[in-house]
């Protein structure tokens, strides 16, 4: 069974910082490119950054550009974002996907960006 579990959502300030990490298991781990995504309230889920298996090849939302970094532990089966300069309007649900042919979500961690 596959199981994507994202952790380290919670309430920041504009302008703080949050890591959110997920972690992999049931899948043979560096198969499979990563990615966030994020929902907010009202809105269509987007991709948030992605990060391929190996080389590490990142791509980012316009978005998040400069802001955000995500990095992989195909060691440890996790992959990371790594989020600075919040803005309220980065608050979401983000969830963390694996694809390889076939897709699997996690449940998704709330981000909530306010003062």
């Known amino acids: 069974q596959v199981l994507l579990v994202e952790s380290g959502g919670g309430l920041v300030q504009p302008g703080g910082s949050l890591r959110l990490s997920c972690t992999a298991s049931?899948?043979?781990?560096?198969?499979?490119?990563m990615a966030w995504y994020r929902q907010a309230p009202g809105k269509e889920r987007e991709l948030v950054a992605s990060?391929?298996?190996?080389?590490?090849?990142?791509n980012y939302a316009d978005s998040v550009k400069g802001r955000f970094t995500i990095s992989r532990d195909n060691d440890k089966n996790t992959v990371n974002l790594q989020m600075n300069s919040l803005k309220p309007e980065d608050t979401a649900v983000y969830y963390c996907?694996?694809?390889?042919?076939?897709?699997?979500w996690g449940q998704g961690t709330q981000v909530t960006v306010s003062s």
């Open positions: 990060i391929t298996q190996t080389s590490g090849t990142t």
């Open positions: 049931g899948l043979t781990f560096s198969r499979y490119v």
């Open positions: 996907k694996a694809v390889h042919f076939r897709e699997y």
